[in-house]
């Protein structure tokens, strides 16, 4: 009993690993090979991935002294085995959610012997990651629904509802030094938060922003990299500034998209309502409502166009939306989302119209269906590769 629980504890450290994108190639392996040994421990692992689950486990310690819970914890399992210490590195953010403890806690309440229910069966759905959120002294913490309340070094205070978001305030306290903190989202995650200004921001998957947590001076500025939504609030006396690799935007009150990821050949924006100014090295473009700039980082070519913008923010609730749209661009946003790898194995099959809506909360193997059905491509997976030709 006491060997099984040994792994159990092993195996919750690899599954929250796996959660917060930080396993290693070989916890993997390992975490892959104990899913597929029998159909009970996949179920177990959906289980405990499952939403419900983890809610539960987060109410339950959002009510209650985590730092006694978790030593008390530590205790436990200290009594039920002396001959292996718990080690467990977390820092004093990270230790208020204690991801890997719900995870065991799960495991050790359940007899080795206890039968899975029926009804449990295989989740269809896609089970989000969490953002992470980096402090003015470079503390990180992963942001799972929670109650919770943080106050920044120049007193600004950050505060987490369970039902999702952010919200940072200011008082007559706050001290007028800039000081930044970093929202970054992983595969599988989208994220909305509200900054000081009253500014509403969505991220999507493996995007990032920096930004001062009180805006002081003329400006108000941020830098962000990937695909980002903003209703930013008005206020004409300071102008506000999105910094983006190799391009800035320049707004007054508005709501835009923004989509400029490291490995895409082009960065996009796309006005909603309002009005922006895109500076694109020297030169400065102004956009109307409806319209999308889009710039070639290869050719260093603008171009300027009228599209339904609703389908370039459609990402922020829960959908992808691809009309017209070249396979091979199509899977760099899937690949972004799932975190799969698409191979083409043909430049015709990479180079074919894809139009459709995928959901984010489907699984990767509904787009993959879709693709055998409406296509005349062949597809096979391989380890966490699909191959299409």
């Given at each position: 009993m006491e060997h099984n629980k040994e792994i159990w504890f092993e195996i919750s450290d690899m599954i929250y690993n796996s959660l917060a994108g930080e396993i290693t190639e070989e916890e993997?392996?390992?975490?892959?090979?104990?899913?597929?040994?029998?159909?009970?421990?996949?179920?177990?692992?959906?289980r405990i991935c499952s939403d419900e689950v983890?809610?539960?486990?987060?109410?339950?310690?959002?009510?209650?002294n985590v730092q006694t819970a978790f030593d008390s914890f530590v205790r436990r399992r200290e009594k039920k085995d002396t001959r292996r210490r718990l080690i467990v590195r977390i820092s004093r953010y990270a230790a208020i959610?204690?991801?890997?403890?719900?995870?065991?806690?799960?495991?050790?309440?359940?007899?080795?012997?206890?039968?899975?229910?029926?009804?449990?069966?295989?989740?269809?759905e896609v089970k989000k990651n969490a953002p992470v959120l980096t402090l003015s002294n470079g503390e990180q913490m992963v942001l799972y629904n929670q109650d919770l309340t943080l106050n920044e070094e120049n007193g600004v205070q950050i505060t987490?509802?369970?039902?999702?978001?952010?919200?940072?305030?200011t008082s007559d306290s706050t001290k007028a030094e800039m000081v930044y903190n970093t929202l970054t989202t992983p595969s599988q995650c989208d994220f909305s938060f509200t900054l000081a200004d009253g500014t509403r921001v969505w991220l999507n998957a493996q995007s990032s922003l920096r930004y001062?947590?009180?805006?002081?001076?003329?400006?108000?500025?941020v830098y962000a990299e990937g695909e980002i939504y903003l209703e930013v609030a008005k206020d004409r006396e300071h102008p506000f500034f999105v910094v983006l690799n190799g391009m800035k935007v320049e707004v007054l009150g508005t709501s835009f998209n923004i989509n400029s990821?490291?490995?895409?050949?082009?960065?996009?924006?796309?006005?909603?309502?309002g009005r922006v100014a895109t500076y694109v090295g020297k030169e400065r473009y102004n956009l109307q409502?409806?319209?999308?700039?889009?710039?070639?980082?290869?050719?260093?070519?603008?171009?300027?166009?009228?599209v339904n913008v609703e389908d370039y923010i459609a990402w922020k609730d829960g959908q992808y939306v691809f009309k017209g749209r070249a396979l091979s661009e199509v899977a760099r946003v899937l690949q972004r989302w799932y975190e799969v790898e698409i191979v083409f194995e043909s430049e015709e099959s990479a180079k074919v119209i894809y139009t459709g809506v995928i959901y984010k909360e489907e699984s990767f193997d509904a787009f993959i269906q879709r693709l055998r059905e409406t296509s005349s491509l062949s597809c096979r997976i391989e380890g966490d590769k699909l191959y299409v030709k």
């Open positions: 993997q392996l390992k975490l892959d090979e104990w899913k597929n040994a029998s159909d009970e421990n996949r179920d177990l692992y959906e983890m809610q539960d486990k987060i109410r339950l310690y959002a009510n209650s959610i204690a991801l890997p403890l719900f995870i065991a806690l799960f495991y050790f309440q359940r007899e080795v012997t206890e039968e899975l229910p029926e009804q449990l069966g295989k989740m269809e987490m509802k369970t039902e999702g978001g952010m919200q940072y305030s001062p947590v009180a805006f002081t001076g003329d400006e108000r500025v990821y490291a490995d895409e050949e082009f960065a996009e924006v796309t006005l909603v309502e409502p409806g319209r999308q700039l889009r710039w070639d980082k290869e050719n260093q070519d603008v171009n300027i166009k009228v």
